[in-house]
């Protein structure tokens, strides 16, 4: 094995091995998330579940505007220097994100607060909304010490303890405080404090296990050389890229709520959510093949980036595939078992969304390698045509369509900036997202999902969670048996699967025996 070979192994067990835990953690989190969602809507009207998810995408966007783009810097520059032990500039990257990022929020926190009133009527034209802000508006201090941690946990790659303090503190507390809320009579408000007690826990945490776990940054005597200029050439770029991005990413709830009313908003939120389960994958992913390309990055492995890059692709479309085809082949079954006939209206949506969103999750590692090649400001140009797009688009078609206009709308938006981030990311990287693979696991799965949708037309006249959940593991196993017949897993994959056995313990010997028969 020549030492290019053993990197790319090294690096792909450490993405499989880190990447496990994440999975685990993100996927926890939007499980216990997910289930308030369920119960939020069942439990308020859609006019107030419209209302509390206006306020959380409205703060969503300031929260990555005080931010001033510096996570991604935190990302980029810490993997970088630690692997030179240059513990000096690691220490000041940190403090001066710090320095700029906290007075900005605070600053950001009391304007919000005092032109809340003006902001829910004259904007979205629901006074109701104006405390919902208020109380969120505490939110965005809180968010960057959280958010500065974060980043800087995940560029040490200590991923358990960002599992801890977001994916499993966060949701967890965020569920108590809202059901102790409930539970004291609150209703709504007592949800959106809930929700901000969820954020201030997961800020305590991630400091915690950062001072005492990772890096003593708070009292230590070691020399600081301050970066804050190094930093803000790189993250002006995804400051700008990164409020544009969320601003797009929400246009279609904001619209929706300005042109039409907060139960629209609210029947549009269930479908939005659901479709979004196809980013944990690319999400716990994405989160450490950041770093380790950064290092490889460091060494001048320009090939084994690639490498890396198309195998881990590889991974996301084969296990996104499946949630994609079920939505797309049972849209109405998933949104009446999961919210209830109210709202049924959201069944085309999810069908729209979640292709959306599986076409953009391909898009998440080129991203990456465009960060990772400081080529920032491709994304304020991807991120400022797509937001022209999504607002036209939105302004055409909702008041025609409604909610499935707005999901037409980023459908629309998101294959074209999927489309310009991916071949950027070729040209200054060479490196193509595409693995010959990925047609061998689309065609396992047609097959697999057509059989069993005609299946179960012909066997059952109504369809719920005991029909729908045998169907599915008969799909899973029907598209995975497709999958080793048409040969489409190879040494790379297996090379993943060991590194998650050594992380987990989980013996999966037998399991990657069976694979190298199909090789």
């Known amino acids: 094995m020549t030492d290019d070979d053993f990197l790319k192994d090294k690096a792909l067990k450490t993405v499989a091995k880190v990447s496990g835990i994440t999975f685990a953690g993100m996927l926890s989190s939007q499980i216990i998330l997910y289930i308030l969602r369920l119960v939020l809507a069942r439990a308020l009207t859609p006019s107030e579940y419209g209302l509390l998810f206006l306020g959380l995408s409205f703060i969503g966007v300031l929260m990555t505007f005080v931010m001033l783009g510096l996570g991604g810097s935190i990302e980029r520059y810490v993997p970088y220097y630690n692997a030179r032990n240059d513990q000096k500039r690691v220490r000041g990257i940190i403090l001066s994100t710090f320095k700029m990022t906290l007075p900005f929020s605070i600053i950001t926190c009391i304007l919000v607060f005092l032109l ?47 599992m801890l303090s977001w994916h499993v503190g ?48 708070l009292g230590s005597k070691l020399k600081t050389i301050p970066a804050k200029k190094e930093l803000l050439a790189f993250s002006i770029p995804l400051l700008l890229s990164g409020v544009l991005l969320d601003v797009m990413d929400k246009v279609d709830t904001f619209m929706l709520g300005i042109l039409k009313t907060s139960a629209d908003v609210g029947i549009y939120q269930t479908a939005w959510p659901t479709s979004r389960f196809v980013y944990v994958i690319p ?108 607002v036209f688009f939105n302004y055409m078609l909702i008041p ?23 071949a950027e990311a070729y040209f200054i990287s060479g490196s193509s997202p595409f693995h010959n693979d990925m047609i061998k696991a689309m065609l396992a799965g047609i097959i697999s999902i057509t059989g069993v949708f005609i299946l179960t037309k012909t066997l059952f006249t109504e369809l719920n969670v005991f029909v729908l959940t045998p169907m599915f593991i008969i799909f899973i196993a029907a598209y995975s048996l497709l999958v080793l017949v048409f040969r489409g897993l190879g040494e790379d994959d297996i090379m993943i699967l060991k590194g998650i056995e050594e992380k987990t313990g989980i013996r999966i010997k037998p399991l990657r025996n069976l694979i190298k028969r199909f090789i």
């Not at 960057?144 to 040490?156: D, G, L, N, Q």
């Not at 405080?177 to 959106?192: K, Q």
Request: hydrophobic share 50%; charged share 10%; aromatic share 16%.
């Open 116 to 162: 809340s009133d003006q902001i829910a009527a004259s904007f979205f034209h629901e006074p109701s909304l104006s405390l919902i802000l208020k109380i969120f508006s505490f939110t965005l201090p809180i968010f960057v010490v959280y958010k500065t941690f974060s980043c800087s946990t995940m560029a040490f790659k200590a991923v358990k303890y960002e």
């Open 170 to 217: 966060r949701s967890l507390a965020t569920l108590f405080a809202v059901i102790s809320f409930w539970i004291l009579g609150f209703g709504l408000i007592g949800s959106t404090m809930g929700y901000a007690i969820g954020f201030a826990t997961s800020a305590v945490l991630s400091f915690i296990f950062f001072e005492k776990r990772i890096f003593p940054l």
């Open 400 to 422: 025609v369509y409604g909610i499935n206009g707005a999901a037409l709308s980023t459908l629309v938006t998101y294959s074209v900036y999927t489309f310009m981030i991916m």
């Open 283 to 390: 999400g716990a992913l994405a989160s450490i093949f950041i770093p380790v390309v950064s290092e490889l990055l460091s060494r001048n492995k320009r090939s084994e980036i690639g490498k890396v890059y198309k195998t881990v692709n590889k991974w996301i479309l084969y296990i996104n595939l499946p949630m994609l085809l079920v939505f797309i082949a049972y849209p109405n079954a998933v949104i009446n078992i999961l919210f209830g006939s109210e709202y049924l209206e959201a069944g085309m949506c999810l069908r729209i969304l979640s292709i959306t969103y599986f076409i953009n999750s391909m898009s998440i590692l080129s991203s990456g390698m465009i960060n990772l090649f400081e080529k920032t400001k491709y994304h304020i140009i991807n991120a400022g045509t797509s937001l022209v797009i999504s």
